[in-house]
T-cell receptor
Framework: GENVEQHPSTLSVQEGDSAVIKCTYS??????FPWYKQELGKRPQLIID?????GEKKDQRIAVTLNKTAKHFSLHITETQPEDSAVYFC????????FGAGTILRVKS | SAVISQKPSRDICQRGTSLTIQCQVD?????MFWYRQQPGQSLTLIAT?????????ESGFVIDKFPISRPNLTFSTLTVSNMSPEDSSIYLC????????FGPGTRLTVL
């Protein structure tokens, strides 16, 4: 079955800096790669996603890149703000959605 | 989009008892998903619930422990049976309507 690895497990950045979170997946049949943000005590919420026919997608300060050959995808957050502090999960979907272990992002002001 | 509600939002239960969690969606959906999120961990799919058929369970989860009902296209229940402290987790239901939407979760503590 699908296996998703996510790195780093924790990431601390200074406000205004960029943050990058990387994920790899094992199932070449996976074709949908969403990223979720989960604030403390809240439900996960989709922040951006990418499908396998696209290499990069951007939404304001957030971008995702996908390398299907290497089976990895990354989340890029630019100009980080304290409100970006949360846990971020990547996921890969073939016949079901499989989540990475999560990254705790701390943005220090 | 989809608006999902869950009941109860949290509960504290004694070991050996059972708890039924309800999930209501504001639109008709074919599949509903139940996830478990243990403290500080990621989300793990327990089962997929289809209306009119038995739920499909993931490896490591069995129907006797986590029976699921799906009486119609907007509602599902998950029961956590014969609970032990290891069942203490957040349980989330989810639907896929162009993207995956999650309910607010049920925080279960088993003493």
């Amino acid at each position: 079955g699908e296996n998703v690895e996510q790195h780093p497990s924790t990431l601390s950045v200074q406000e205004g800096d960029s943050a990058v979170i990387k994920c790899t997946y094992s199932d070449s049949a996976s074709n949908y790669f969403p990223w979720y943000k989960q604030e403390l005590g809240k439900r996960p919420q989709l922040i951006i996603d990418i499908r396998s026919n696209v290499g990069e997608k951007k939404d304001q300060r957030i971008a995702v890149t996908l390398n299907k050959t290497a089976k990895h995808f990354s989340l890029h957050i630019t100009e980080t703000q304290p409100e970006d502090s949360a846990v971020y999960f990547c996921a890969a979907e073939g016949n079901k959605l499989v989540f990475g272990a999560g990254t705790i992002l701390r943005v220090k002001s | 989009s989809a608006v999902i509600s869950q009941k109860p939002s949290r509960d504290i239960c004694q070991r050996g008892t059972s708890l039924t969690i309800q999930c209501q969606v504001d639109s008709q959906v074919t599949m509903m998903f139940w996830y478990r999120q243990q403290p500080g961990q990621s989300l793990t799919l327990i089962a997929t619930a289809n209306q009119g058929s038995e739920a499909t369970y993931e490896s490591g989860f069995v129907i006797d422990k986590f029976p699921i009902s799906r009486p119609n296209l907007t509602f599902s229940t998950l029961t956590v049976s014969n609970m032990s402290p290891e069942d203490s987790s957040i349980y989330l239901c989810s639907v896929d309507v162009n993207e995956q939407f999650f309910g607010p979760g049920t925080r279960l503590t088993v003493l």
